[in-house]
């Protein structure tokens, strides 16, 4: 089998998988890792436990590499009934990436990012983030014995993130800005400090999260007819999109899913790229959304995402916050699964689309619900309010409760 090899998006010049390059040094557009599809069957990579390394054969790390891992993937695929009948389509599943070792997806880039930067030889790595990257990434480089800094919007970041990555022993450093200004403060900082960058501009990092698709392939038996990625820095659908890709080259799919990006409506420049037919981004400056994880006005992935969008002849748009926090509480109520508010985006989405005839009621539909409930605490007391408080009696209380 051949190397894996990185590949220019737009001139196409290739790079070696043992170079540290971000984007083309030629043309400055992203890069795309290539591999050559391996010949492996499904039922012989179910021998493996259900994780993002069962997928070996498809992850373009060498055999004798050791791997950094915290055993993420194998997320629950969750059928909603109630969900969908909300939601107005036949049938709803949620890909609940809460589930990971951290708390959101950013787990299954980081075990192949971190690996990376492992057997390269870095000595330290870092991420600009809203959160969940630093979270992520604080975790795996502690697993490798790496040191860690994220950078991070100041004011901006969930408790429950920056809890995370105070606690593995990152250093945090808060900037008076939002994500764009501290992702390029971060992508300059490693290129000129040996840093090892693990944003999802790096391409690696996007390998560990194709697995996604493979999971939901394994665990439906099938591909779905759509995916729904709520889309901030836009790696994330990117990454599931060549997922699938894969496993149709490799012969062990025979189709491909519409893949249905959603936005944020305070923080949306690629729905509005796409609506408005334009042939670059146009950024959003002062992104803002109760949705922090996909705050984010300049995505650098944005080529990649509107390639998977018209590719799979998907679809796009935004939500507004009340509609992310509405289905953020339905989610949670009716099926029992916590989400962050980035993540109910996608649900929020899927209604949305139903409901103005964008999306045939007879579709099957899997949400990539991207993080846990737990992460946002802050969000969830200011929507449901604090607990009603009362004496310490049987009587205060028993009057509390309606009777049965
Ligand atoms: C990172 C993140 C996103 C956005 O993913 P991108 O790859 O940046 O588009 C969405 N939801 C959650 C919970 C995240 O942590
Ligand atoms: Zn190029």
């Known amino acids: 089998m051949s190397e894996p090899i990185l590949r220019c998006m737009k001139c196409h010049k290739e790079y070696d998988a043992s170079q540290i390059v971000y984007t083309c040094t030629g043309c400055g557009a992203l890069l795309e890792v290539v591999i050559e599809p391996p010949k492996v069957t499904l039922k012989e990579m179910a021998r493996r436990p259900l994780r993002v390394w069962r997928y070996r054969e498809f992850l373009p790390i060498a055999k004798e590499t050791p ?25 709803l599943y949620i890909k609940y990436e809460g589930a990971n070792p951290t708390g959101s997806f950013k787990d299954r880039g980081m075990t192949l990012g971190v690996t ?4 390269l030889g870095s000595k ?3 991420c600009a983030s809203t959160g969940n990257t630093s979270a992520s990434l604080s975790a795996y480089a502690a697993r490798a014995g790496l040191t860690c800094y994220v950078i991070l919007p100041a004011g901006k970041v969930a408790m429950g993130k920056l809890a995370q ?3 593995h022993g990152a250093k945090v450093i ?4 939002n994500f764009d200004q501290a992702l390029n403060i971060v992508m300059g900082i490693s290129t000129k400090m040996g840093i090892y960058l693990l944003n999802s501009i790096n391409p690696w990092r996007l390998e560990g999260q194709k697995t996604l698709a493979f999971e939901v392939v394994d665990q439906l038996g099938h591909v779905p007819e759509m995916v729904a990625v709520p889309m901030g ?3 994330n659908i990117s990454a599931i999109w060549k997922g699938f890709k894969e496993f149709q080259d490799a012969g062990i799919t025979d189709c491909l899913p519409r893949m249905y990006g959603v936005q ?3 923080s949306a420049p690629v729905v509005r790229m796409l609506r408005e037919n334009l042939s670059e981004l146009a950024p959003v400056n002062s992104p803002e959304t109760v949705a922090t994880a996909i705050r984010i006005g300049n995505p650098v ?3 990649k995402a509107v390639n998977a969008i018209k590719e799979s002849k998907g679809a796009y748009d935004a939500v507004s916050d009340d509609e992310i926090v509405e289905t953020q509480r339905i989610i949670a109520c009716l099926e029992g699964i916590g989400v962050e508010p980035a993540s109910a985006a996608s649900v929020a989405g899927v209604r949305k689309a139903a409901s103005i005839g964008a999306m045939d009621a007879d579709a099957e539909v899997v949400c990539v619900c991207t993080g846990h409930l737990l992460k946002d605490p802050e969000e969830v007391i200011s929507i449901c309010g604090k607990p009603i408080e009362v004496p310490p009696d049987l009587k205060a209380v028993s009057e509390m409760l309606s009777p049965v």
């Open 67 to 91: 791997i950094i891992s915290l055993d993420e993937g194998g997320t629950q695929l969750y059928r909603c009934d109630k969900l969908a009948k909300w939601a107005g389509i036949r049938r």
């Open 116 to 119: 990376k930067a492992k057997s």
């Open 124 to 126: 330290a790595v870092a």
């Open 165 to 167: 990555a105070l606690m």
């Open 174 to 177: 808060s900037v008076k800005g």
């Open 233 to 235: 820095n836009c790696g």
């Open 264 to 266: 944020a409506a305070g």
């Open 301 to 303: 992935n944005w080529p």
